[in-house]
Each structure stands twice: as C-alpha cells, then as structure tokens.
C-alpha cells in the first residue's frame, strides 16, 4: 500500500508532466501573459517554481548526504540568479530545475522515504520526507493553477493535489488570512465541502481557523473542495468561480475573497 510520502511524489510527478506538457510548447508572447497569481506574468511563476526547486533539491541533498543545508545566502543566490533570466531562460530552467527535484524524491528507497529527515530552513526542525514533499506540492500545485488558468478560465487544482493537501490547508489559514478585513467582525461557519467530502467549522475573528463542524452555525459555505482550497490562498476570484460555490450567513463570499488574500 502506498505510503503518503509514495503518494506525494506521485502527485508531484503528475504534476511536473502536466505542466511540462504546457509550458514546452509557449512562446514569448504566452510567458508574459498575466498568471493567476497576483502581479506576476507567467513566466515569473516558473522563475519562483525553478529556483524553490533548486532550494529544495539543495535541503534534499544536504539530508542524504549529512552535510548542513542551503542557507540564506545561497537561497538569495538561486533568486537572484533566476530574476536575471529571461522569460525563455525562466521556462526553460523550470523544466530542468523541476526535472532533477521530482527525480531525486523518486529515487529515494522505501527505507529513505520512511527514515530520511529533511531541514528546510523555516520550520523548528527536520520533518520527513511526506512534510517536505507536500510542502513542495502545496506550492506546486496552487502555481501550477496559476499558469494553466493563464490560458484556460476553467482550469482546476489537480485532484490527486487537492486530495494530498485538504487536510493540511488549516495550518495556512494564519498566514493566508487577513482578519483585519472583516473590521471587527465575527462568525463560525459550516464548511461543507464536496469531491472529497470534508466538514469544518470556518471561525472568522481575530484569529481564522478551521475547527470541529459547529452545531449552530452563523453561515455556511459549500463549494467543491478544490474551489475552497482555492479560496483560502487567494485563487478564487469572481471569474475563476464554479458552480456550486455558495455563502449564507453574515459572511458573503467577497468577504471571504478579501479575508484570504493568498500567495
């Protein structure tokens, strides 16, 4: 049965195909299209995706092979190196770049995806190899929306991503969230999600946090689940909206848009 850390970098392969399979084929014109991410074109995505996949390779190798990790310095380096690419040099790079990440995880024995821990720089401490796969699919795949939707308005969040990273999605909410949109406000939500099913309670306050399915709800929001992971990073804008997205309550759904200002 496959483990979660087998599950990730399945899902990150999936991904890199899917995204290789469009970005091989742009033209210049296509790279300096606006992205789904706010104020950057998209050959500025791939630029962020192929240097966060130097870095990661980087805080990879440095685990397999026992030696201290990437520091601010090189990462400052790799970003540096990156913005003065072209848009061409940016795509190109990127499916490199991404090439040798999703090789290297997949190289990784059964007795290294369970064992292995990796320091990624911004955590208290090393987390395994599952953590710091779905850190890289949590990015991945959200900036993967935001070149596809550059040419398609229905594009979606992978399935296999959205099914990886619903679960996770609470721990973001602080650093997605902006409370201080709501003025003073406060409501729990329902949360009802479906494709998968998920139920939550939404506590909008202060604090933004998922909680246990509260019993007398203030609202509710029903959307499929990969719209919800969506909204809580900021990619759900009026355009981009499916059917089936609905809010009740004292909360309408441009609230929530402004709330969750994304990355």
């Given at each position: ?13 999936a991904g890199h195909e899917e995204l290789t399979a ?96 990796i320091d990624l720089g911004f955590l208290p401490e ?25 040419f398609n308005p229905f594009a979606a969040v992978t ?105």
């Amino acid at each position: 049965m496959p483990t979660p850390a087998d599950q990730i970098i399945t899902a990150l392969r999936a991904g890199h195909e899917e995204l290789t399979a469009l970005v091989r084929d742009l033209k210049e014109d296509d790279l300096l299209r606006p992205s789904g991410a706010s104020e950057w074109q998209v050959s500025q995505v791939l630029s962020h995706l192929g240097s966060g996949a130097e870095i990661n390779l980087a805080s990879l190798d440095a685990a397999r092979t026992g030696t201290p990790g990437p520091d601010g310095d090189f990462n400052r380096g790799v970003w540096q190196r990156w913005d003065a690419m072209s848009p061409a040099e940016h795509a190109a790079g990127f499916l490199a770049a991404n090439e040798r990440l999703v090789e290297a995880y997949e190289a990784l024995d059964t007795e290294t995806r369970a064992s292995l821990r990796i320091d990624l720089g911004f955590l208290p401490e090393p987390v395994d190899v599952a953590t710091a796969g779905r850190f890289r699919l949590s990015e991945f795949a959200l900036h993967q929306w935001d070149v596809e939707v550059a040419f398609n308005p229905f594009a979606a969040v992978t399935p296999e991503a959205v099914t990886l990273l619903l679960d996770q999605i609470g721990g973001m909410l602080a650093w997605t969230g902006r409370p201080q949109e709501l003025a003073g406000r406060e409501a729990t939500l329902l949360l009802r999600l479906h494709a998968p099913e998920r139920t939550y309670g939404l506590r909008l306050g202060e604090r933004i946090e998922l909680t246990d399915a509260p019993e007398q709800p203030d609202g509710e929001l029903t959307a499929p689940a990969e719209a919800w992971l969506r909204l809580a990073t900021g990619r759900l804008g009026a355009q981009y909206t499916p059917d089936g997205v609905r809010a009740t309550g004292p909360v309408s759904l441009d609230d929530l848009r402004r709330v969750f200002a994304g990355f």
